[in-house]
T-cell receptor, first 114, second 112 residues
């Protein structure tokens, strides 16, 4: 398995502000993934973060809204910019590990935007 | 859009009974993974089944995969109150660059 930590675990933010979520992994990984889970919904991939290159965003997600940093092989941040109530979700980071590339998830960051 | 569909969307059973959840998907896959999520927290990885496997066991969990029908099932035997959670399947497409696509999830409630 993988040990993944996220900070903060939860936050309540005002409309128009930004929040940066941190993800730390216990060992080096090439790719880190950021997912969003809107209330009562399943998970949707936001972007894939590779160390040393620009993140790759999925359809419907843009860098200006969700800038990502990947300064090294164990750490990444996701910023939710200019937040609105529609951004209220759980944000999860994830990595692949093992011979069969099992994917493991962090504990998530529960964001509420007022 | 989500590739996978799960059914039922919600399931309530008595403690001690078996619970079966189903997952269907649309494209060819490398593998399929099942996860558990308690009350909107992080996802716990349960089991991975590869496309060339038909059945896999882990403790009280049994997963089957039918690639001809593009479907999988998760069986939890002798259910416990602690099994109450949402369960998701996620597929790793054959040429998907390691991107997982999640199903819609099944909300399982175990009644003590």
């Amino acid at each position: 398995s993988a040990v993944i930590s996220q900070k903060p675990s939860r936050d309540i933010c005002q409309r128009g502000t930004s929040l940066t979520i941190q993800c730390q992994v216990d060992s080096q990984v090439t790719m880190m993934f950021w997912y969003r889970q809107q209330p009562g919904q399943s998970l949707t991939l936001i972007a894939t973060a590779n160390q040393g290159s620009e993140a790759t965003y999925e359809s419907g997600f843009v860098i200006d809204k969700f800038p990502i940093s990947r300064p090294n092989l164990t750490f990444s941040t996701l910023t939710v910019s200019n937040m609105s109530p529609e951004d209220s979700s759980i944000y999860l980071c994830s990595v692949r590990r093992g011979d069969h590339r099992e994917q493991f998830f962090g504990p998530g960051t529960r964001l509420t935007v007022l | 859009s989500q590739q996978g569909e799960e059914d039922p969307q919600a399931l309530s059973i008595q403690e001690g009974e078996n619970a079966t959840m189903n997952c269907s998907y649309k494209t060819s896959i490398n593998n399929l993974q099942w996860y558990r999520q308690n009350s909107g927290r992080g996802l716990v990885h349960l089991i991975l089944i590869r496309s060339n496997e038909r059945e896999k066991h882990s403790g009280r969990l049994r997963v089957t995969l039918d690639t001809s029908k593009k479907s999988s099932s998760l069986l939890i035997t002798a259910s416990r109150a602690a099994d109450t959670a949402s369960y998701f399947c996620a597929t790793d497409a054959l040429r998907g660059n390691e991107k997982l696509t999640f199903g819609t999830g099944t909300r399982l409630t175990i009644i003590p």
